[in-house]
Structures are given as structure tokens and as C-alpha cells.
């Protein structure tokens, strides 16, 4: 590590302290923090290749043709941010993989890819979305560990597992990717599935014939648009408890 980069090390742990500090005196000062954000991205851009995250192992694509991708909504690499051994790099490119539920980086040379180890991440956001990993003890009531997306925080949470398999065609049929969204609400630390109206209702029971009514008034339609259905109930449910 050379005098350049120690230098830069101390500075933006000096700056990490004083955003703290602020953060509790003016936690609204919108200016402030993106001022400190500013440096943040400096501070990146200093130590370059010697930041943590650029330290993985390489990712080669599957080479084999088919039919849409294997990432998040889009074959092109999207904008977000990651928090990696609890550092956050904001406005970085990269993939989410939802075959093999991979974070994919370029290098920073940009002239390879790297997968982020997932024990590693700690949460990733592109767009609107915001995924964190659900492992070990955590995942009471889960199939799997992996990332899942966080749709309604606090309690009860609404979480979605994305998947995407590589289904292999027969006869003249091109191998495709399928996406596959399943649904767990948790409650008290314990994940139930849920895929339609009836599931969610009968983890909601106490507060079912309210519910059922404001399903009714807002004419929401768990079966042409079970996502939306499910967040917004469960957050009635929410408002409703608390």
C-alpha cells in the first residue's frame, strides 16, 4: 500500500466519522450526503484496483444459444449499487444472474468479468429493487440460500425469490430461459410460501375480513397480477397492525 493510498484510506474514514456525527444532528440534510457521496466516489477512484470488490473470480458466459438471458430484466449490464464487506459502491455496472444467483462485475480494467463471492454482499439495488442474502438461520422455512428480493420490510416482510433455469429444447425447439417468482411472507423470523389469495389470507387470518374487504375495494386481482396483489395487502396488514 503506498503513502497515496494510506493517505486516502484516513481520509475517508475521517469523513465516515463526521458523516456519522452530522447524520444524528441534521439526519434531512440532503446536500450534506451527497457531498459526502462525492468523496466516496473519489475515494474509489483513488484506490482503484486495490478496492476490495474487484478481488474475484472470473466469469465466463455461457456460450450456448437461446432464447432471452440469464439476468435481471435486461441482457445488458444495469446501473446500481452494491454493499460488499459493508462498503457501498454506488453507480456500478453490472449483471445480476439469476441462473446461478451471481453478482458479475467488470474488472477494473473493464476488460473481464468478475463474480462477487455472495458471502461477501450485503445487499445490491438496481432500480427499485432491493435484494438481500437470505442464509443459514436466517432462511427458516426457505428451500434455498441465495438473494432474495426484499418487497415489503419490517413485520410481517414480503420477500420474492427470482430463478431462471435454461430449459433445453426438443426436436427443432430453441433452448429458452424461464424465469420462476416465488413468494414468501415472514413472520417472526419464519418464511411461509405463498402463491395466491387464499395462502396469504390464512397467514393474515387475525386480520382476514378487513383484509378481504380492502382486497374488494381496491379490486386487486391475485391471479392476473399476483406481486402487486401481495405487497399491497401485506402492507395493509401492516397499517392495520400498527
Request: hydrophobic content about 35%; glycine content about 8%; overall charge neutral.
Amino acid at each position: 500500500m503506498n503513502c497515496c493510498h494510506i493517505a486516502l484510506v484516513g481520509f475517508f474514514f475521517q469523513l465516515t466519522s463526521l458523516s456519522s456525527a452530522r447524520a444524528q444532528e441534521s439526519p434531512d440534510s440532503l446536500t450534506y450526503q451527497e457531498a459526502i457521496s462525492g468523496i466516496h466516489r473519489i475515494y474509489l477512484s483513488g484506490i482503484g484496483d486495490n478496492a476490495q470488490i474487484y478481488h474475484g473470480s472470473e466469469y465466463i458466459r455461457n456460450g450456448q444459444k437461446a432464447l432471452g438471458f440469464p439476468y435481471f430484466e435486461s441482457d445488458s449490464m444495469q446501473v446500481g449499487s452494491v454493499n460488499y464487506l459493508g462498503t457501498e459502491y454506488p453507480d456500478m455496472n453490472f449483471f445480476y444472474n439469476l441462473v446461478s444467483d451471481d453478482i458479475i462485475i467488470p474488472n477494473y480494467l473493464h476488460n473481464a468479468f468478475i463474480v462477487l463471492p455472495p458471502g461477501k454482499v450485503i445487499s445490491f439495488k438496481l432500480g427499485n429493487h432491493f435484494f438481500v442474502p437470505l442464509t443459514g438461520q436466517q432462511t427458516a422455512g426457505l428451500p434455498i440460500d441465495g438473494f432474495y428480493e426484499q418487497l415489503v420490510n419490517g413485520e410481517p416482510g414480503l420477500y420474492v425469490k427470482r430463478e431462471k433455469r435454461l430449459v433445453i429444447g426438443t426436436g427443432s425447439e430453441e433452448a429458452k430461459y424461464i424465469q420462476y417468482n416465488t413468494f414468501y411472507l415472514r413472520k417472526k423470523e419464519r418464511y411461509y410460501e405463498v402463491v395466491d389469495k387464499k395462502s396469504l389470507l390464512s397467514q393474515l387470518k387475525d386480520q382476514e375480513d378487513p383484509l378481504k374487504k380492502y382486497i374488494r375495494a381496491n379490486k386487486l386481482k391475485f391471479k392476473k397480477d399476483l406481486e402487486s396483489s401481495l405487497v399491497l395487502t401485506t402492507l395493509y396488514y401492516s397499517r392495520l397492525k400498527h
